[in-house]
T-cell receptor, first 115, second 113 residues
Framework: GAGVSQSPSNKVTEKGKDVELRCDPISGHTALYWYRQSLGQGLEFLIYFQGNSAPDKSGLPSDRFSAERTGGSVSTLTIQRTQQEDSAVYLC?????????????FGSGTRLTVV | AQSVTQLDSQVPVFEEAPVELRCNYSSSVSVYLFWYVQYPNQGLQLLLKYLSGSTLVKGINGFEAEFNKSQTSFHLRKPSVHISDTAEYFCAVTDNAGNMLTFGGGTRLMVKP
C-alpha cells in the first residue's frame, strides 16, 4: 500500500484479555519495527523483523508479548493477559532495508487502553 | 552502538519567534541523522535527514538542521514558528551499515499565540 497501515486504530480491552494488533507495511519493505509509546513518553523499541525472522526481540517487556510476521509482509503483535500498564500507543514502522538512509515510515498507531 | 540525547524535553515559544531543538549523538562510526515530527494522535513523519554532503539540510515546513561532526550535534531550527508546529520532535541516528535507528527521548514544542 501507499503507507503503513495499522489496525485497529483504537482498542479498549478488559484487564486479563488477549489483544492482537496488526501492521501492514509498505509493499516491498523488508524491515518492520514495533515501538511502544506511553503517555508523554518517548519511543520504546519492542521488536524488529527482517523478512519473517526477528533478529532482535530484546525490547519485548515480558513473555506476555509476542509478535510474528508472515509472508514478509503483515505483522501481528499479541499481548496476552493484558495489564493496565500495557496501555499505550503501539507504533509500527517499515523500511526498504535495515534502515540505512531511507529512514522509517510509520503507521498512525494503535491506541490500546486496558480497563 | 549509538545513542541520542535531546537536551530539552519541552520548549515553549511564542508564535513567529525562532526556535532551536537540540540533538546530540554519540557514535564511533559515520552516521546518518534524522528528525521526525509527531503531531497529536498521529504517527511519526520524517522532517529531514542528513546522509552526506552539505551539512545544512532543509526539510519540510520550513525546518532545517545542521550537522556538526566536531560537536556531534544535529540541531533543528526554524526562523519563525506557527501554532501548527506544536508537536513532538524526535531526533534519530543510525550507522551506515544498515542497522536500526536509535531515537532520542523527544522534545515537545509548544507554540503559544
Amino acid at each position: 500500500g501507499a503507507g503503513v497501515s495499522q489496525s485497529p486504530s483504537n482498542k479498549v480491552t478488559e484487564k486479563g484479555k488477549d489483544v492482537e494488533l496488526r501492521c501492514d507495511p509498505i509493499s516491498g519493505h523488508t524491515a518492520l519495527y514495533w515501538y511502544r509509546q506511553s503517555l508523554g513518553q518517548g519511543l520504546e523499541f519492542l521488536i524488529y523483523f527482517q523478512g519473517n525472522s526477528a533478529p532482535d526481540k530484546s525490547g519485548l517487556p515480558s513473555d506476555r508479548f509476542s509478535a510474528e510476521r508472515t509472508g514478509g509482509s503483515v505483522s501481528t503483535l499479541t499481548i496476552q493477559r493484558t495489564q493496565q500498564e500495557d496501555s499505550a500507543v503501539y507504533l509500527c514502522a517499515s523500511s526498504y532495508s535495515g534502515g540505512t538512509g531511507d529512514g522509517y515510515t510509520f503507521g498512525s498507531g494503535t491506541r490500546l487502553t486496558v480497563v | 552502538a549509538q545513542s541520542v540525547t535531546q537536551l530539552d524535553s519541552q520548549v515553549p515559544v511564542f508564535e513567529e519567534a525562532p526556535v532551536e531543538l537540540r540533538c546530540n549523538y554519540s557514535s564511533s562510526v559515520s552516521v546518518y541523522l534524522f528528525w521526525y515530527v509527531q503531531y497529536p494522535n498521529q504517527g511519526l513523519q520524517l522532517l529531514l535527514k542528513y546522509l552526506s554532503g552539505s551539512t545544512l539540510v532543509k526539510g519540510i515546513n520550513g525546518f532545517e538542521a545542521e550537522f556538526n561532526k566536531s560537536q556531534t550535534s544535529f540541531h533543528l531550527r526554524k526562523p519563525s514558528v506557527h501554532i501548527s508546529d506544536t508537536a513532538e520532535y524526535f531526533c534519530a541516528v543510525t550507522d551506515n551499515a544498515g542497522n536500526m535507528l536509535t531515537f532520542g527521548g523527544g522534545t515537545r514544542l509548544m507554540v503559544k499565540p
